[in-house]
Each structure stands twice: as structure tokens, then as C-alpha cells.
């Protein structure tokens, strides 16, 4: 069955401090991991696209990682800040004759002063 | 560069009426496709557009069809509404969807719908 699973279901930290995001697929056959970052009452807004032959990917304080063999990936929060406070949805990519986006439920993030 | 919008912002409908929500996407982007985001189900997809067709498709009912016009702007209409449809209706749009799904989405800001 195809899915992402991702955790904590949410997360509470100060700021300033680093935090970690996890992300479990099993997704196949698999074309690429996303993560995006949604604010309330917002859109998604794309942080980080990864390929399989890919390990890392930065943007600015935010760093994806992927094993493709594990079918893990993780998102590091570095520096922490207030706007940080969000959900972060991770997105594997299933591809055969066309793609098709599988969703994770997210996880919220709060960021206290 | 404009960003992708979406309209109405905010709709209330009752049960069994039909709804009709508008996305424009960025200008030059020609794939539109269209997400329902509900608090127990998470992000779903339900269709993408390009070039006026509808080039995928989710596991929706067919009372949720969409359409793509010559602008790329794209119409997405739910009919016969129930209880179960209230929720936040996406759009995003990327140049062109990508062979391999691999290009950035954009999203809008959605369009919230309850049903009543």
C-alpha cells in the first residue's frame, strides 16, 4: 500500500533550538520526496524536492535528507524561529505511466519564545 | 510575477447543491491540479490539467469534475454537496507538470468550503 507516515504528530520547541522531522514511505515505484511547509490558513509552499539519487538538499535553515533504501527521510529545523510555527507535510511521488502525490498527515510545529 | 489565486475565498453551501471554484495559475505555468485538505484525511489529490486535458486523477467520486480553459485557468465543480465535502479546496500550479513529477508546485491560498 502506498503511504507516508510521518512524525511526531506534533512538536513544541523554543526558540532558537534545532528540531528534526521524520518522514517513513513506502512508496512505489518511488520518483522523489517533498516537503513543504503550511502555514494556517495558508498553501502549501514548497521547501525541498529530492530524488532518489539524491542525500541532501538545503534551503536556507531548513535541510532535507533522504535514504532511499531505508525509505526514510527527515527535515532539520536549524535556529529556530517564531514563523517556523507551522505544519510540515511530507510528499513521496509514486510514478508509473503518470505520477500521483501521496501525502503524509503532516506534522504541527509550534515555536515558543 | 502574480501568484496563483484562487476564488470564492470562503463559501457556505447546503447539502445537494452544486459549487463551482475558479484557480488562476501563474502566468506561462499550463498544469493546474486540485487538492482537498480535510483535518482527518490530510492532503488528497484530485485532479491535474494540462493543455485543456485532464492528464490524472485521483480516487474522488464523480460528482467532482474540473475542467482546464485555452488560459490555463481551471474550474473545479463539486455537485450533489454532502456533509463530507466541507473542507479546504487547493489549487497549484507548475510550468508543466513535469514527465516525472519532479517540478515545484505553487500553491494558492485555497478556497474553504462548508457544507451545511
Known amino acids: 500500500k502506498n503511504q507516508v507516515e510521518q512524525s511526531p504528530q506534533s512538536l513544541i520547541i523554543l526558540e532558537g533550538k534545532n528540531c528534526t522531522l521524520q518522514c517513513n514511505y513506502t512508496v512505489s515505484p518511488f520518483s522523489n520526496l517533498r516537503w513543504y511547509k503550511q502555514d494556517t490558513g495558508r498553501g502549501p509552499v514548497s521547501l525541498t524536492i529530492?530524488?532518489?539519487?539524491?542525500n541532501t538538499k538545503s534551503n536556507g535553515r531548513y535541510t532535507a535528507t533522504l535514504d532511499a533504501d531505508t525509505k526514510q527521510s527527515s527535515l532539520h529545523i536549524t535556529a529556530s524561529q517564531l514563523s517556523d510555527s507551522a505544519s510540515y507535510i511530507c510528499?513521496?511521488?509514486?510514478?508509473?505511466?503518470?505520477?500521483?502525490?501521496?501525502f503524509g498527515s503532516g506534522t504541527r510545529l509550534l515555536v515558543r519564545p | 510575477k502574480a501568484g496563483v489565486t484562487q476564488t470564492p475565498r470562503y463559501l457556505i453551501k447546503t447539502r445537494g447543491q452544486q459549487v463551482t471554484l475558479s484557480c488562476s495559475p501563474i502566468s506561462g505555468h499550463r498544469s493546474v491540479s486540485w487538492y482537498q485538505q480535510t483535518p482527518g484525511q490530510g492532503l488528497q489529490f484530485l485532479f491535474e490539467y494540462f493543455s485543456e486535458t485532464q492528464r490524472n486523477k485521483g480516487n474522488f467520486p464523480g460528482r467532482f469534475s474540473g475542467r482546464q480553459f485555452s488560459n490555463s485557468r481551471s474550474e473545479m465543480n463539486v455537485s450533489t454537496l454532502e456533509l463530507g465535502d466541507s473542507a479546504l479546496y487547493l489549487c497549484?500550479?507548475?510550468?508543466?507538470?513535469?514527465?516525472?513529477?519532479?517540478?515545484?508546485?505553487?500553491f494558492g491560498p485555497g478556497t474553504r468550503l462548508l457544507v451545511l
Open positions: 510528499v513521496a511521488t509514486r510514478m508509473d505511466s503518470s505520477y500521483k502525490l501521496i
Open positions: 529530492m530524488t532518489f539519487s539524491e
Open positions: 497549484a500550479s507548475s510550468f508543466s507538470g513535469g514527465a516525472r513529477g519532479q517540478e515545484t508546485q505553487y
